[in-house]
């Protein structure tokens, strides 16, 4: 029991924090791209996928990542299901 | 052989630059270096005070720029110790009374004589930034265990890679053991794992550097402390020794619960 609550004191230990919140911060700062890009091309990507499927907006994740020398946009956006009636091809997934 | 031209930088202020160039300088004299230190801090001038000779100031590196004196004229010999001086800041002017070409100039002009010439630069990643790692033959970087300084010096560390002047080696000044056991405090492997730079030398935290600016006396001087000891060490490594890290700093025992921690750490995979 000790040990547990000792790993779960540990794991949010405020260095555990600041080492997270450096990575990102970081991952910012080498990529060199201004925020307001960045925040630019989420809303476009989420215009674009969300004009062909319905898409969980609480669960997006979009972000630069930094592994290997080379920085990555990573998206993580959840589809619920198609978009009945917009699409170009009405009804075709509809069956289902 | 000319000697060896340093510029201790940090990118953000209040990290300890001055401090650590102080006794950098006063721990090499120690073994029998010569050694100048030049404060380019123009405007802001304090490697005088923290080395206790700012009685001795007749002239400045602007001075010897303009040609009102001679470089010569403008090195303070530190008295207790014999193969030490310093080459003053100006108080009155600028960063952009003196430029990086005459800078290296003047550090060349004074590495013919030394061993070692340490230029304590400026905050920041302007001109006075410029003119500190102008005449570099190795940038050392200063930085404290808080994320505001580990930002500031992996920012600084991309420009002095620009500069061609990297990639440098690192300094992590003012780690408190203590902060760094309870887990509220980056450690050394953490920010070596951020910056992914070589490091120098770590520094403990101590009151009695307040203590020695006080006084004027560098913490270098003493052979006892743990802080001194530090200086030391880094001394010792700039003249190519190999000496291991302090202990104390290292992370505590490993339990097998540290090392599972550790294992997922490494399966997560950090920046760079």
């Known amino acids: 029991m000790e040990i547990l609550t000792r790993l779960f004191r540990r794991r949010r230990s405020s260095k555990e924090m600041a080492k997270e919140r450096l990575r990102l911060i970081l991952v910012h700062d080498r990529s060199g791209i201004p925020p307001e890009l960045l925040h630019r091309m989420k809303n476009e990507l989420i215009t674009v996928i969300s004009k062909h499927v319905r898409i969980d907006h609480r669960g997006i994740n979009i972000n630069l990542e930094h592994s290997?020398?080379?920085?990555?946009?990573?998206a993580d956006i959840p589809i619920i299901g198609a978009r009945h009636g917009t699409s170009e091809r009405p009804g075709g997934t509809r069956s289902r | 052989?000319?000697?060896?031209?340093?510029?201790?930088?940090?990118?953000?202020?209040?990290?300890?630059?001055?401090?650590?160039?102080?006794?950098?300088?006063?721990?090499?004299?120690?073994?029998?270096?010569?050694?100048t230190a030049i404060d380019t801090d123009i405007g802001l001038r304090n490697l005088d005070v923290v080395m206790g000779l700012e009685d001795h100031i007749i002239y400045d590196i602007v001075d010897v720029v303009r040609g009102h004196c001679h470089l010569s004229q403008?090195?303070?010999?530190d008295k207790r110790l014999s193969g030490l001086q310093l080459l003053p800041a100006s108080q009155t002017h600028d960063k952009s009374a003196v430029t990086p070409q005459e800078v290296a100039i003047i550090s060349q002009e004074l590495a013919a004589n030394n061993d070692f010439v340490l230029i304590d630069s400026p905050a920041g990643i302007e001109m006075g930034f410029q003119n500190a790692v102008a005449g570099a033959d190795e940038v050392v970087i200063v930085t404290t265990p808080e994320m505001s300084a580990v930002r500031s010096a992996d920012r600084i560390i991309g420009l002095i890679e620009a500069a061609g002047k990297g990639p440098g080696r690192l300094i992590i000044n003012r780690i408190n053991p203590g902060l760094v056991r309870r887990g509220d405090m980056l450690n050394t492997f953490d920010v070596i794992e951020f910056l992914a730079i070589d490091l120098l030398g770590v520094i403990p935290e101590?009151?009695?550097v307040v203590v020695a600016t006080n006084q004027g006396r560098p913490q270098a001087f003493e052979q006892s402390r743990p802080i001194s000891r530090a200086f030391h060490n880094i001394a010792h490594r700039l003249l190519g020794e190999d000496i291991p890290f302090l202990p104390i700093f290292e992370e505590p025992p490993e339990t097998i619960l540290t090392r599972l921690q550790r294992f997922f750490r490494l399966?997560?995979?950090g920046p760079r």
Not at chain 1, 68 to 74: E, H, Y
Not at chain 2, 74 to 77: F, H
């Open chain 2, 1 to 35: 052989m000319p000697g060896t031209v340093i510029t201790i930088t940090s990118g953000k202020g209040g990290v300890g630059k001055t401090t650590v160039t102080a006794n950098l300088a006063v721990a090499l004299a120690l073994q029998g270096q010569h050694v």
């Open chain 2, 206 to 208: 101590d009151e009695a």
């Open chain 2, 74 to 77: 403008a090195l303070i010999r």
């Open chain 1, 68 to 74: 290997d020398g080379l920085t990555r946009l990573v």
């Open chain 2, 267 to 269: 399966g997560q995979g």
